[in-house]
């Protein structure tokens, strides 16, 4: 009797990016931090995005809700303040700058499962300034699945970029900047953005239209030539503080003096590697091999490895052929049928969101051993 052998055995279809990660290390909210679960239950913060056909969509309408919750003024900032305690006093109408419009979306997004981190920004003349001179900025970034990549959303202004209907990224509207293709990018402007007040500050209604005219002048875009990223978003924990990390290149070099104020380089750290700052998030990369059994020859099993780099990870979930998904873990063999089989597996977070999906194809070919 004639035994059936491997005559081919190779991967056709191959959607399965590499995971790229940075080293340094993001300090994630805990799962199980009580406040977080408050924020999002006491501001029914589902229900804010549930209209939303897509995640982008629910993370535009997340912006725009905390978009109008306050208005822009200077309103002193307690230490160890979180979001439950701005938005208990926006409610009493008080104001905040960018930075609380920045922290309060990082924390809102967190709290639903979306990974999101405060960015400060800031344009090229920085070191030595003057009176009045307004010259950072920050903003929220996002991790999207359904993009594979970072998003700026300005709560702020209620704005994000885009470039031929694809959000950008800070470093992405950067460059753009620095190339000198501000005009070809999309500045999305929602409506009733929050409005720009006096309150708290010293300034004259003059001087402060002023400020807001030259903040505008560029859609912002001229802010983005230095970038720091805070690696935290444990705003509600904060057992340990996440260091600032500062992108550096032949436009940018590392500050001595910013803001007439000389730098503590203990507080901050520098990268040139794009991987520290854009490291990829909540997608499977699975590996396949032939199986232990085959000793050197092909037989119709593989063994499958999965790995991921989700925060608040909970489980894979596998889908052979087209069938219906189920959970698995990170091993397991997979027999394979006679022509094309297809696996494709995705990570899904303790919010039970589901991560990005990564796909390869495999041809198997038997026939009698001759």
């Not at 202004?157 to 070809?184: C, I, N, Q």
């Not at 990170?330 to 977070?349: C, D, Q, S, Y």
């Amino acid at each position: 009797m004639k035994k059936k052998v491997v005559k081919a055995l190779s991967i056709v279809e191959y959607d399965n990016p590499p995971i790229v990660r940075g080293k340094h290390k993001f300090l994630y909210e805990e799962f199980n931090n009580k406040k977080m679960h408050s924020l999002r239950g006491k501001y029914k913060l589902d229900k804010v995005i549930a209209s939303g056909k897509t995640e982008f969509k629910k993370m535009l309408l997340l912006r725009d809700w905390v978009s109008s919750r306050f208005n822009h003024g200077y309103c002193k900032r307690y230490k160890g303040e979180t979001a439950l305690d701005v938005l208990k006093r926006a409610e009493k109408g008080e104001c905040f700058t960018c930075a609380t419009f920045a922290s309060v979306l990082v924390s809102c997004l967190t709290s639903l499962g979306f990974v999101a981190r405060n960015l400060t920004i800031a344009q090229d003349e920085t070191d030595f300034i003057g009176n009045n001179t307004n010259i950072g900025h920050c903003v929220a970034e996002v991790w999207s699945n359904q993009f594979r990549k970072w998003i700026v959303l300005d709560a702020d202004t209620k704005a994000h970029f885009e470039k031929d209907e694809m959000p950008l990224s800070a470093y992405e509207v950067r460059k753009y900047w620095l190339e000198g293709k501000w005009k070809e990018v999309d500045f999305i402007q929602a409506k009733n953005p929050p409005k720009v007040v006096t309150m708290g500050s010293d300034f004259k209604e003059e001087q402060l239209e002023k400020n807001i005219k030259n903040f505008m002048k560029h859609n912002t875009m001229n802010y983005y030539h230095h970038i720091m990223v805070n690696m935290g978003n444990n705003r509600f924990s904060k057992k340990k503080y996440p260091i600032t990390l500062n992108w550096v290149d032949e436009y940018c070099c590392p500050q001595i003096v910013r803001q007439n104020v000389a730098v503590d380089p203990s507080k901050r750290k520098h990268t040139d590697n794009i991987k520290d700052i854009y490291y990829t998030l909540n997608q499977a990369h699975i590996s396949l091999s032939c199986h232990r059994a085959s000793k050197g020859i092909p037989v119709p099993v593989l063994e499958v490895n999965i790995e991921t780099e989700t925060p608040w990870f909970d489980y894979f979930m596998v889908c052979i052929d087209k069938d219906n998904w189920r959970k698995r873990p990170e091993r397991f063999t997979w027999r394979l049928k006679e022509g094309k089989n297809t696996i494709e597996a995705k990570p899904v977070n303790k919010f039970c969101r589901e991560g990005v999906i990564s796909k390869i194809s495999v041809i198997l070919r038997e026939g009698d051993d001759e």
